[in-house]
């Protein structure tokens, strides 16, 4: 450990995501930290089985829970200690039982498991994410003290993407976000402001999946911390406000033997044999996959035509209505983005639905559907729309059994109960069912949490 | 009796429906629901929750919201049972006022009988306790369900406690957590209990 860490860091964070996308761990001593490895921290399986509100869930049962309540452990990634501030490292973590066996239920653990399967495949994945968030000027006292509401964006009040007069007024988080980011390590490639009052967007460098999602963790991380440190607060809700969501696209192509797969020079549209089985695979396992990819009660009031989220089960040459655009200009470029994610989504989990249904394309040889060459908003029922509500998805996703498969059943099954916990949760505790914008349950329950 | 959600219905319309299908299987209720023309809507005054119920002589219909052509509208604590409802509209249409009243409170049996039914419709889901003991405080009585000898989960109460978790008027957990039921077993139990209690409320298996 000491190659690893400075002799003058005297404390480390463990962090590891649960499946909603928060992080949980502690603040170790550096001795405490030295003396937990391998299997690292303890800390209780709840966890994994309370809600965003913190009430435990109950109504079903799975063999990683011990029946009284017992200890998971954070087993520490070392190749992942960076200095977060002086004397202070932060660590990211797997979930493991106490003999040390992956926890199901671990985001990354899952994001791991795809991984090996896609290499069982013969296959390697890169990954670049696009982080969206909205920022404002009250601290998150004041902005529960306001219930999230009457929010001053930090920059102009426009719904105009990129101006860099907004992106100036925004430097209070986003300069400070992308220092910290250099001096842990961390590689980020640009940020700009977005279209909605207050929203960013912070672009992130192509790499391995499991590292694109750590950065996507640390990057929030970052952002909610400089926002406590400098009077602001961040969300990564979808819709924290009526205007334009949050998304989060995830970019990603193939390799195969370190060469891109994506590419067909050959071929009249430059696209392999294995891109176009895997645009057949995300786009047939698209319903189940938005479960992850959209994954609250407001992620769904980000799905509204013409402004930018997918509505339409679609592919598309760069085309950025369709719910892959997909980018086949040469071999170093080509690429898929996946638009359907949510900015609040799990990045372990959303990136490992994503390869989840390319796995099954690759494995089963799915054609995809013809290319969908016009706006797809607006469109017809006759065209396949993603589900709309998190039941309905609930719904898809218990049906689509390669996917479950793909992705890991029980990750599946705790991710349907926990959908339907939250669709329960929210016309039991407060929501209001025939609202048509955000809630006082999505703010109270989202806003600082995602 | 045809009872029917819309598509994608919320636990307030599932649970209205579950009850209208508990009070469709006594003979006297259903003749009475065959009857019945109008519309009905129930909200609650503690949150945002609300159905409408469109009774059409034996085809019931059940959606969120509260019509604008609801003749009667039922303004209700869903989690307080004794708190007493407002109604609006019951001077106009007391008949159909009586007849909903009756209908959306369905009966129940005794304590035995409504764990029978709730064990029936529950024993076989996975993980469920072999052997379920129930005690009932105020009777000094007791029924063990499932497997003889040792029961894996215990639940005990007064009769009226046990009619209202075992017939479907309220959640196992939800009793146990607020202190009027008592409990003993393991959580992994009283999680898959809590699972097929709530969909007993919600009309599963009705």
Redesign the interface.
């Known amino acids: 450990l000491s190659d690893r860490l400075d002799p003058h860091i005297t404390m480390v964070r463990t962090e590891g995501s649960v499946p909603d996308g928060p992080l949980v761990g502690k603040y170790l001593s550096r001795d405490k930290f030295e003396r937990s490895l391998p299997l690292g921290p303890a800390l209780a399986d709840f966890a994994f089985a309370y809600d965003l509100a913190g009430t435990p869930q ?4 799975a063999d990683w ?5 017992g200890d998971v452990h954070q087993r520490p990634d070392l190749d992942t200690l960076v200095e977060i501030r002086p004397q202070v490292a932060s660590c990211i973590v797997d979930f493991v039982s106490p003999d040390g066996e992956p926890l199901p239920v671990c985001p990354r653990s899952v994001l791991k498991g795809a991984i090996e399967r896609l290499s069982a495949n013969g296959f390697e994945a890169r990954v670049a994410c696009e982080v969206e968030g909205m920022v404002f000027t009250e601290s998150y006292d004041e902005a529960r003290a306001k219930g999230y509401r009457d929010l001053s964006p930090l920059g102009t009040d426009r719904a105009l993407a990129y101006l860099t007069h907004d992106a100036y007024r925004q430097r209070p988080l986003l300069e400070e976000v992308a220092r910290r980011l250099d001096a842990m390590g961390v590689a980020w490639e640009a940020w700009s402001a977005e279209a909605a009052p207050g929203q960013f967007e912070i672009n992130l460098p192509a790499t391995d999946p499991v590292t694109a999602a750590d950065t996507v963790a640390r990057v929030r991380t970052v952002c909610r911390e400089v926002a406590v440190d400098n009077g602001l607060s961040v969300t990564f809700m979808a819709k924290p406000r009526d205007a334009y969501g949050s998304g989060m696209h995830i970019h990603h192509s193939l390799l195969k033997d370190g060469a891109p797969a994506f590419y067909d020079e050959s071929s009249p549209d430059k696209r392999s044999d294995v891109m176009r089985r895997w645009i057949g695979g995300l786009i047939a396992t698209m319903p189940a996959a938005h479960a992850f990819l959209t994954p609250t009660i407001n992620s769904y009031r980000r799905m509204v035509g013409f402004a930018a989220a997918p509505l339409v089960i679609s592919w598309g040459e760069d085309n950025k209505s369709t719910a892959l655009r997909t980018i086949s200009r040469s071999a170093k470029l080509a690429r898929i983005e996946h638009r359907v994610g949510a900015g609040d989504l799990n990045p372990y989990l959303g990136i490992a639905a994503i390869l989840a249904g390319g796995i099954v394309g690759l494995e089963q040889g799915i054609e995809p559907p013809d290319e969908l060459r016009a706006l797809a908003w607006g469109m017809p029922e006759r065209f396949p729309h993603l589900p709309t ?1 998190i ?2 998805t609930a719904d898809a996703l218990e049906r689509d059994k390669a996917f479950a498969d793909a992705m890991g059943p029980v990750m599946v099954e705790h991710w349907i109960h926990t959908r339907r916990w939250e ?2 949760m929210y ?9 048509d914008a955000v809630t006082d349950w999505e703010l109270n329950r989202y806003f600082e949490l995602m | 009796v045809k009872i029917e959600t819309a598509p994608d219905a919320p636990p307030f319309v599932l649970g209205t429906a579950a009850r209208l299908k508990r009070s469709a299987a006594n003979p006297a209720l259903a003749r009475r629901m065959r009857k019945m023309k109008g519309v009905l809507a129930m909200k609650s005054s503690v949150d945002k929750q609300s159905v409408t119920i469109r009774f059409g002589r034996g085809d019931i219909l059940l959606s969120s919201g509260v019509a604008s052509d609801a003749g009667l509208v039922i303004t209700l604590d869903p989690g307080d049972p004794n708190a007493k409802p407002k109604v609006d509209g019951a001077a106009r249409h007391p008949l159909f006022g009586l007849a909903a009243a009756k209908v959306l409170e369905p009966p129940t049996g005794t304590w035995q009988e409504e764990a029978q039914a709730f064990w029936a419709f529950a024993a076989d889901w996975p993980r469920m306790p072999r052997a379920l003991l129930v005690v009932c405080t105020d009777e000094g009585t007791e029924l063990q369900l499932g497997e003889n000898g040792s029961p894996e989960f215990e639940i005990h109460g007064t009769a009226a406690q046990l009619v209202s978790i075992f017939s479907g008027n309220s959640i196992v957990t939800e009793d146990w957590l607020a202190g009027k039921i008592r409990g003993v077993g393991t959580m992994e139990h009283a999680s898959v209990l809590t699972g097929r209690s709530i969909a007993w409320v919600m009309g599963e298996g009705r």
């Open positions: 109950l109504g079903w049962w829970r011990q029946p009284f309540l509500t039941t309905q669709w329960m016309h039991t505790t407060g929501g209001d069912p025939d609202a």
